[in-house]
Structures are given as structure tokens and as C-alpha cells.
């Protein structure tokens, strides 16, 4: 006779189980849910974070310039996987004959969204106001014709403002009006800063029609322009807004963000994405 699994011997006593339907379903979920998936973390199917990992490094290595190239960027720039579509569809909106679609990454850092964006096909408006990294950038995109590079920090207004540090190339430097918390930093140097929302108007829409994808990782800056995108429905002229939003860099952030979906969901906006990260 064969050998009984564990498994198996669980379901055959579940079926002699006595009591009501509802009972024998909740001790199958109790004792059977933990048993399948530790049988599936030891299964032929499952992949740790590691093998996943080393899988799109592989198909990025023999794949540079397509599918395997996109998906290992996607995966190095936190990409939120129900988002890969955005970029995916860049190659079928360009196929279709529109030309390369216009995208705003502001908060660059590295270039790791600039670097997806353009390999997809779009035209990029790049945002950087840290005096190491937007000449690395410079260097690094000084022969592609398809990116403007701005070394700006971007709010409501235009001027000159304090850019307050953690660190030389912290991704958590920020212009002193983005929080609450300024004396966290060490130091600060002045940068140049400009009003996004005019800049789109008199800049980028008196050469595009539309922007399709806008990018907004600004250190705590996202709330005050998020409001006047939505004052002045500018966002009816973007397909996507990804905002990061940094409410812990204020005392009331909670309110603050809970008052922006607030305002997002009165006005039935579908286009502003607050859980971009």
C-alpha cells in the first residue's frame, strides 16, 4: 500500500470531521494554509528574493536592449509593478506613429527613471538641483539629444532657496521649505528654484500638446504642487502624475495627506498616483 502524505492525511481527517460546514472550513484553513505554503517554499516553483533577483540580471545581460534590459531597470527604480505599463506602452504609443511622448522627472537623483524613460522612447524634461550629482548627470547624458537637464529644486514660486543636507548625494536632501524638521541637517547651499507649474505652461506645453508621464519625488514639496496642479487643472493636460509623498518630514503630515486624498477624490481626479512608492 502507498504511503500516506501529510497532506493527504489532514484532508481525510477533515472529512471525518464532525460539526457544521462553517467549522470544517475554518479548521482547513488553520491547519491546510500554513501546510501549503510551506510545502510551496520548498517546492521546484518557488524563488527566493535572490533567484528573482539574479534572474533579471541574467535576462538583462543576454536581453540588454529589450524586455530583459526594461524589467531590470524597472526593478532598480522601485517601479511598482501595477505600474510597468506606463512604460511599456511608450513603445506602442511611439509604434503608433506620435512621436516620443513627453515625461517630467523632477527629484532626477541618479537618473534612474530618466534612464527607463528614455530607453522606452520618451522625450525627458529632467529636474536636479544637487551640485555633485547634475554634472554627473551632465556627463553622463551629454550626447543624447532626447533629455533637457535643469539644475532647479522646483516649488510654487521662482527664486533662490536654501537646499539643506543630510549628506552630499542623500536622496533625503531637500529645500528648506519642504518639512518641519530643518534642524536635522548639517548644512545647506543655495540653489536656484522654479515654479513647476509654470514652467510646464510657458515651456513645455508651448512645444507639446500633452506631457504624458510626470514624476514628482521633491522631498515634501509634492503637497504644495500637487495643489496648485490640481487649482489649475494642469493635470488635465498629463496621462499619469507619480507623486512619493513625504508627509514625515512635517508635524501634521498625516493630515496632509489624508486633506490631498481628500481633495483628489472630491474632484474624481484618476491620474495622480500617491502610492508610487
Request: proline share 3%; glycine share 6%.
Amino acid at each position: 500500500m502507498q504511503k500516506e502524505t501529510l497532506f493527504e492525511y489532514i484532508q481525510r481527517k477533515i472529512k471525518k470531521q464532525k460539526g457544521d460546514y462553517k467549522n470544517k472550513i475554518l479548521f482547513s484553513q488553520r491547519i491546510l494554509s500554513p501546510y501549503q505554503k510551506l510545502s510551496y517554499r520548498f517546492s521546484k516553483d518557488y524563488k527566493s528574493p535572490y533567484q528573482k533577483q539574479l534572474d533579471l540580471i541574467q535576462n538583462a545581460i543576454v536581453d540588454p536592449n529589450g524586455f530583459g534590459g526594461i524589467n531590470l531597470k524597472l526593478y532598480n527604480a522601485h517601479i511598482p509593478k501595477q505600474y510597468y505599463d506606463i512604460f511599456y506602452n511608450l513603445f506602442r504609443e511611439k509604434k503608433r506613429g506620435g512621436g516620443s511622448r513627453v515625461c517630467i522627472d523632477c527629484g532626477a537623483h541618479a537618473g534612474l527613471v530618466s534612464d527607463l524613460l528614455l530607453d522606452c522612447g520618451a522625450f525627458v524634461y529632467l529636474f536636479e538641483p544637487n551640485d555633485i550629482l547634475f554634472p554627473i548627470l551632465q556627463n553622463k547624458y551629454k550626447n543624447n539629444k532626447n533629455i533637457i537637464l535643469n539644475q532647479a529644486a522646483l516649488s510654487i514660486s521662482d527664486g533662490r532657496t536654501k537646499f539643506l543636507l543630510n549628506d552630499s548625494v542623500s536622496q533625503g536632501n531637500r529645500i528648506d521649505s519642504g518639512g518641519d524638521y530643518n534642524d536635522c541637517y548639517n548644512e545647506f547651499y543655495e540653489v536656484e528654484m522654479v515654479d513647476l507649474v509654470r514652467y510646464i505652461n510657458d515651456v513645455i506645453l508651448k512645444s507639446h500638446p500633452r506631457i504624458y508621464f510626470l514624476k514628482l519625488d521633491i522631498e515634501g514639496v509634492e503637497f504644495d504642487i500637487i495643489d496648485k496642479i490640481i487649482e489649475t487643472k494642469l493635470y488635465t493636460k498629463i496621462d499619469y502624475i507619480a507623486c512619493e509623498t513625504h508627509e514625515r518630514y512635517f508635524i501634521d503630515g498625516a493630515a496632509k495627506i489624508k486633506n490631498l486624498k481628500k481633495i483628489i477624490n472630491d474632484n474624481g481626479i484618476k491620474n495622480i498616483l500617491l502610492d508610487w512608492i
